[in-house]
């Protein structure tokens, strides 16, 4: 025969109050939390993963080699440049049109007076230089992306016959792209300080540096946090020819 709960000889069940059922919801649900933690990082560091540490080795590596076969693609150009050039067939106006094609596609050396900008983050410790200016966040001590594209942007501007940062030739296709602190050129990465040399008149190059309103705000920063800047001149320097793949799916060059 079945009893009751409240049958005399046995202690009245507890009700589980709404708030003490809350309770133990919220401890089982840290546990589980405490768990997928655990289960996740395995007795590892989430900060320091070593998975990204393998990620960066990964890029390095990637940017050797893409460096590597530039330098194979260039010799190869050349040998068939060479080869085309002893019985090509071609006119002589048809020889000089493709060498103007080639002088603008930006695929041979040039050489001239020119500058070298070079732009360096500010010391990590920076504080303000200037009375009134508010101490920098870590955005404000570190080149950025649009640094770059101010300084090369400018120098085309000024008449530039070629430009080349670090050390590859900017070409019509050319993307200057920064991710973090580094920068991804061609499928090649780089670290500050960053070069961009520029073959031209170097007055008029001067003068389009000047008057870049994105330069002239970078230059609050320099003044203000350290960012390095600094121009040298050239009474002549030579900027190899573009290396890499040239090839376009959906672009024509333009006529001279």
Known sequence: MSTSADSPGRPPRRRLRPVRLLTLAVFALAGLIFWLSFDTARGTDLRSDDSMLRLSDLIQE????NGANDERIAAL????????HQDSGSSKAEDAKLAALEK???TKPVDG????????DAPPNATAKIPGVPEPQPNDLVIHQQDLQAVVNAL???GAKGIRVMDQRLISTSAVRCVGNTLILQGRVYSPPYKVTAVGDREALNRALTASPAIQNYMQYVNAYGLGWKVDQHEAVTLPGYSGTVDLHYAQPVKP
């Open 104 to 106: 603008h596609a930006g």
């Open 156 to 158: 085309w501007q000024g």
């Open 77 to 84: 150009r050349d040998e068939v440049d060479t080869l085309a």
């Open 62 to 65: 990637r940017s050797h080699k």
């Open 113 to 120: 007076q020119g500058m070298t900008v070079t732009l360096t």
